[in-house]
């Protein structure tokens, strides 16, 4: 080990000029590593970043003696921007961009709690939701329960799809459901395939 360390000494001594090359070359080379290094950093920092404010759009409906309501869920863990929405009935071909419409259309009446319009350009935050029909009332009210058992029949028939992009404006997909779930009070539900038969 000695002798290395003297064959070491001799070399720098007599080629002072090769051992400050290689010493500047070294010093490049871990530069240029450096720089790679903070470049690939960056990128899986700013992928990350883009992923920690990911929404995920989501329906959610409920189907009760006392309530009948459809809601657009933000279970993502950033704000969800909506770019598109279409609301298509199957039985008509009719589409519009709110579940009201189609109410309308169909000439469903019924004095609801909540509803929403277009809801194009709306921001939904990370766990919000935003009310697109709600009807709610006593079940023992004659009147109420006809409304509520017209809007599963109008409903049965629906197609929602939404298009949504994160806070960033990238698109990041589109969620549909078809709320054939509502008919099975009148139909027999198939529950692998989401369709309804005539009992």
């Not at 970043?49 to 993502?76: H, T, W």
């Amino acid at each position: 080990m000695r002798e290395l360390i003297e064959v070491i000494l001799e070399f720098a001594t007599k080629s002072s000029a090769t051992l400050s090359a290689l010493s500047a070359l070294g010093a490049s080379v871990a530069a240029l590593v450096a720089i790679f290094l903070s470049i690939y950093s960056l990128s899986v920092q700013r992928q990350h970043n883009r992923l920690s404010v990911r929404p995920i759009a989501n329906f959610v409906y409920g189907d009760f003696e006392d309530e009948i309501s459809i809601r657009l869920m933000n279970a993502g863990v950033g704000p969800m921007r909506i770019d598109a929405f279409t609301v298509k009935c199957s039985n008509t071909g009719n589409i519009t961009n709110s579940l009201i419409e189609q109410m309308s259309d169909k000439q469903v009446v019924a004095t609801w709690n909540a509803f929403s319009g277009n809801p194009c350009g709306k921001t939904i935050r990370a766990g919000g939701e935003l009310a697109l029909l709600k009807l709610t009332g006593d079940p023992e009210d004659a009147e109420f329960s006809a409304q509520r058992d017209t809007t599963r029949r109008a409903l049965m028939a629906i197609e929602l799809k939404v298009t949504f992009s994160d806070v960033y404006g990238k698109t990041i997909g589109t969620e549909a459901t078809v709320l054939s779930w509502f008919g099975r009070h009148f139909f027999v539900y198939d529950f692998a395939t989401g369709t309804l038969t005539r009992p």
